[in-house]
């Protein structure tokens, strides 16, 4: 059973900080780059970030340059999404997702997780 489950998700204040985990299961997370995407209501998907194998390339959104860092733990079957300085427009459902390209930066994924509720507001 190959699964990812996104965890961390919840509601913050402007300008708070959180931490969203993606556990990996039912295939070999060190063989594939990790996307975080985002999407709001009304508005279409969009990739947040992407760290590729071994964590030797990030990328980011302009949106949220400077204020999301993304990172990996094989070890644990595990990447994160650390949110810093949130802003009202990152109010989202939060998707990790993999992909199994060699390529960077992916092109395609191949499983996603169900995603978790992000609300900034005051």
């Known amino acids: 059973q190959l699964q990812l489950v996104e965890t961390g998700g919840g509601l913050v204040q402007p300008g708070g900080s959180l931490r969203l985990s993606c556990a990996t299961s039912?295939?070999?997370?060190?063989?594939?780059?990790i996307g975080w995407f985002r999407q709001a209501p009304g508005k279409a998907r969009e990739e947040v970030s992407c760290i590729g194998i071994s964590g030797l390339s990030t990328k980011y959104a302009d949106s949220v340059k400077g204020r999301f860092t993304v990172s990996r733990d094989d070890a644990k079957n595990t990447v994160y999404l650390q949110m810093n300085s949130l802003k009202p427009e990152d109010t989202a459902v939060y998707y990790c997702?993999?992909?199994?390209?060699?390529?960077?930066?992916?092109?395609?994924?191949?499983?996603w997780g169900q995603g978790t509720q992000v609300t900034v507001s005051s």
């Open positions: 039912g295939f070999t997370l060190t063989y594939y780059a």
């Open positions: 997702a993999a992909s199994g390209s060699y390529y960077w930066p992916p092109e395609e994924y191949d499983y």
